[in-house]
Structure formats: structure tokens, C-alpha cells
């Protein structure tokens, strides 16, 4: 089962990543990330510091996701393993949509079409919400700005995550990222565990 985490810098999904290890140990999840999952990772981090073009960037984050799905997320699922992804494809559908804004007439139908039909679609995602001034404020104590985090890029960002969560109801889970960590850990742990279970017994059917 293939789980991802998503939502704008500062909504506290790295930390919920994070904290999921404790409560879900019995069930051995793989615990992964884009980007950074691989070398390629290593690229898509001097293209952010970089402020490479914008194209280059974007083909270079799904090159990361090509290595991620290669070497870490189909093997874990070929061998029935619980995936929880820190970022997955809706980060390109979300972010490049603003970044490739102006440079490509319809980015969202150009990075769709780049994933489609080698991708693996995510079984759930956890969606992170959270005021943008609030988000902006946590960031605003972090060093090294990227530069995705500008309060008019995360509007569009969030805007853009809501909609696909829109089109998409049966996969996104939307989380208040405003309520106490604990009590967003319990709720997503539950909701994994739960998830999980089902599969397993769909599999014994
Ligand atoms: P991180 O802060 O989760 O490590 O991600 C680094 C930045 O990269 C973050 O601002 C979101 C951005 N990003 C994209 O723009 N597109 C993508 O496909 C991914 C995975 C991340």
C-alpha cells in the first residue's frame, strides 16, 4: 500500500512523517521521500539552490520520482510493504503548475501527461492544510529559503493542491494542520492502520 504525505512548506508534513515511525512500528512501513530519495535527489536540490530554469527543474523532479519508483517504491510494493512517501507526483502537480506558469501554455496537463502511464498512483494522501500566513510564519524561523517559499507561490501552491483533492475525494484525506501535532499523528496513524488492515484482508479474500 502506497501512502504519500502532502502540503505546503510549513504545514508540518516532514514532522508527521516523522512521528508516524513510533505508533505504526509493528507494521514495518518503508519510510521515504521526494526529493532526496536517491542521487538523482541530490541534482533537484542544486537546481532549487541553483534557481535553474524552470523546465529543467521540473524534469529533473521527475527524474527523482523515476529513481524513486525504480529502486525504492516498486520493490517495497512488489514485496507487500506499507509505503509512507514524505512528497510524491502531486508536489510536481501543485508546485511546477505555478513555476511553469507563463513558460508552458497548460503545465498541470503537461506534467500529467509526463507521468502518465508509468506512474503508481498513491492508495491515499494526506493533504496538510494550514492558513498561508501561518504556514509562512513557521518558516519565517528557518535559515536558507527556497524559493517555492514565497507567500504568493504558496497561495497558488494550496490553491492548486485543494483542487486536486477536489477532482480526486476517494484518494485525498484533507488534515486541519492547525490542530495540535498529537492529535494529527494519532488520526493519521489510525487511518493508516486501519487502511492497511483492509488491504491485508482484501488479500486473504
Ligand atoms: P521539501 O521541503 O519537502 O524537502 O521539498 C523541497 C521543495 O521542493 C519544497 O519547497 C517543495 C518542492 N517540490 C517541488 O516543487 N516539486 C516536487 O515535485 C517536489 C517533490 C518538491
Partial sequence: MLITLEGIDGTGKSTLHAALAEPL???????TREPGATWVGDSVRRAIAEQTDPVTEALLFVADHAAHLATIVRPALAQKK???????????????????????????????SLHNGWTIVPDRTFLLVLPVDVAF?????????EHFER???????QKNYLELAR?????????????EKEEIVQFVASAIRQLSGLSRSRRRR
Avoid: C, M
Wanted: charged content about 30%; cysteine-free.
Fill in 151 to 157: 507567500k504568493e507561490v504558496l497561495e497558488k501552491v
Fill in 82 to 112: 506499507l509505503v509512507i512517501s514524505d512528497r510524491y507526483t502531486d508536489s510536481r502537480y501543485a508546485y511546477q503548475s505555478v513555476t511553469l506558469e507563463g513558460v508552458i501554455s497548460e503545465p498541470l496537463a503537461w506534467l500529467q
Fill in 25 to 31: 512500528a509493528d507494521l514495518q512501513p518503508v519510510f
Fill in 167 to 179: 477532482r480526486d475525494p476517494s484518494r485525498f484525506i484533507i488534515i486541519d494542520a492547525s490542530l
Fill in 137 to 145: 510564519e513557521r518558516l519565517k524561523a528557518k535559515d536558507g529559503r
